[in-house]
Structures are given as C-alpha cells and as structure tokens.
C-alpha cells in the first residue's frame, strides 16, 4: 500500500493528494515499485518554493537513497509534485517509510535549503 505522510504528521488517504494553494501542508507518499524490493517511488505534494528540489533531493541522499529519476511538475496555482524513484540498497536496512517522510516534512518546515555552494560533476 501507499504511506502517506500530511502537515504535522497527518496521515492521508493516497487519493487526498491536493494540496491548496497557499498552504504550508506538505504530503509524502510512498510506495516500494520496482523490480528489486530496494526500489520505492517518493511522491512530494507541497507550495512549490525556492531550492524545493534541492531540498528534497539533499534529503534523499542524506539517507544515501540512490536517484535513479525525478519528475518535476507545478500546477498554475503553485503546487508542486515532486515524484522520485529512488533505490535504497545502501541505506540502513532499518530505514522506514515513516523516517523517509519525517526527514522530507521536517526540511521543508525548517525552510532547509542544505548547502548552497556549487556542486562539480564529481561529488
């Protein structure tokens, strides 16, 4: 099944994927897809805002998921959905979903926008 994670640790219906315009409610939802079990899809609906791929993307490596893809979408009111399909071999065997989307919702309350500086091919 989907996991999904609302503003201040709300839990959601998969189908409740809208996000109003000018709210600060961010949904992560999760499922395992794939062809190996290491394989999941991390759906983000939330505000679209400065460094948000940035964000979520330090977030993801943070847990050293693997980016294999990201689709990155805005509606014309704003709402961003940010879809990864990430793989999780390298990651502690004891990561859970819940984790996933506590680390995700607690950067984009914090406003974290991580590291700035410019990133070579190499890192």
Do not use: W
């Amino acid at each position: 099944g989907e996991a999904a994670a609302g503003a201040a640790g709300r839990r959601g219906a998969p189908e409740d994927e809208e996000v109003s315009e000018g709210s600060d409610d961010v949904k992560v939802f999760i499922t395992r897809e794939g062809p190996t079990p290491d394989d999941m899809k991390v759906k983000v609906i939330c505000r679209d805002r400065y460094g948000l791929l940035h964000t979520l993307t330090t977030v993801l490596k943070s847990m050293d998921a693997q980016i294999k893809t990201a689709t990155i979408s805005t509606s014309g009111e704003g709402v961003a959905k940010d879809i990864f399909e990430v793989n999780t071999k390298n990651c502690r065997d004891t990561l859970t979903h819940e984790e996933i989307q506590n680390a995700i919702c607690e950067a984009l309350y914090r406003g974290d926008l991580g590291d700035k500086r410019k990133r070579t091919l190499g890192e």
